[in-house]
């Protein structure tokens, strides 16, 4: 959606990814390590291919994209901090559509955005 908004109006696309910091829960020292560069090279690797199908689809429509990947335990905070820094029109986001406890529990990264933002955003479903 993004990127066919980008095309319409001839703007730049700033993909972003935030990668989560790793929960250390960990009884030995070298367990951590070794699973401290798992859990970053994993990550990562998500993060590629994610803003590896956006950066195909901008270059399919001749669009320019730029891509931001950030580690963060807050998403929501490097979201809006990235858009700010960028001077971002609007930001598009997919909405996950959690429902019932678990959005109660774990919350919305898009609702945050939502609300603490001044940024324009477009949810897309």
Do not use: N
């Amino acid at each position: 959606m993004g990127v066919t908004l980008a095309r319409e109006e001839g703007a730049l696309v700033i993909g972003m990814h935030v990668m989560p910091d790793m929960p250390i829960y960990a009884y030995q020292a070298e367990i951590l390590e070794d699973t401290f560069e798992h859990f970053h090279a994993s990550t990562q690797s998500t993060a590629d291919g994610i803003l590896g199908v956006l950066e195909s689809a901008a270059a399919a429509d001749g669009i320019k994209c730029e891509q931001i990947c950030v580690r963060g335990s807050e998403p929501w905070r490097a979201i809006l901090g990235a858009a700010h820094a960028h001077g971002c029109d609007l930001i598009v986001m997919a909405s996950q559509g959690r429902k019932g406890i678990e959005k109660l529990v774990l919350g919305s990264e898009t609702q945050k955005v939502l609300i603490h933002g001044k940024t324009p955003v477009l949810v897309v479903r």
